[in-house]
T-cell receptor, first 115, second 110 residues
């Protein structure tokens, strides 16, 4: 089944404790992206990757890191999480980086709480 | 600055009561206007992409239309299973991101 998977689905952590949220897709997609979704603010892009070893900042990259060493994986790293990073996170992928042409497939989401 | 605004924020309909959701956009060079459906606790699910003013696309009870300033998602004779949040997003010439609106939460009651 074609899908985007994220792990963990739920995470409660404390301020400053490094964490990684994994994202994997099995569709051989070039483009991958991370979003956060907050009440009243909608979906905002954190980082995106057009292909292996090519990443760039989205609208809200502060406090996050990403890497794209393999085509299928795009982990999101929070080196020192803070309470304002409590949010619902979505990973998405599409066949090519031409965002307007290829629909994005979203993962199921990771609900992160930082205390 | 690119902006996407959706209205209303929430809409409650009786089953069979048709209505429209609005998405107004201000972007520098629209390359694509997207509609997604999001169920509670799930990721957004792609519905439509529209590229140019006058374009229309349909899927079951949903029809999306596009003008130079806004897009509408028309829901004809909705059913309770159409209850969800509907997200609109625009892709412009300014980068590789989708600029999402805040969504319209639709509730269809029997």
């Amino acid at each position: 089944e074609a899908q985007v998977t994220q792990n963990p689905r739920y995470l409660i952590t404390v301020t400053g404790k490094k964490l990684t949220v994994t994202c994997s897709q099995n569709m051989n997609h070039e483009y991958m992206s991370w979003y956060r979704q907050d009440p009243g603010l909608g979906l905002r892009q954190i980082y995106y990757s057009m292909n292996v070893e090519v990443t760039d900042k989205g609208d809200v990259p502060e406090g996050y890191k990403v890497s794209r060493k393999e085509k299928r994986n795009f982990p999101l790293i929070l080196e020192s999480p803070s309470p304002n990073q409590t949010s619902l996170y979505f990973c998405a992928s599409s066949l090519r980086y031409q965002v307007a042409t290829y629909e994005q497939y979203f993962g199921p989401g990771t609900r992160l709480t930082v205390t | 600055e690119d902006q996407v605004t959706q209205s209303p924020e929430a809409l409650r309909l009786q089953e069979g009561e048709s209505s429209s959701l609005n998405c107004s956009y201000t972007v520098s060079g629209l390359r694509g206007l997207f509609w997604y459906r999001q169920d509670p606790g799930k990721g957004p699910e792609f519905l439509f992409t529209l590229y140019s003013a006058g374009e229309e696309k349909e899927k079951e009870r949903l029809k999306a239309t596009l003008t130079k300033k806004e897009s509408f998602l028309h829901i004809t004779a909705p059913k309770p299973e159409d209850s969800a949040t509907y997200l609109c997003a625009a892709h412009s010439n300014s980068g590789y991101a989708l600029n999402f609106g805040k969504g319209t939460s639709l509730l269809v009651t029997p």
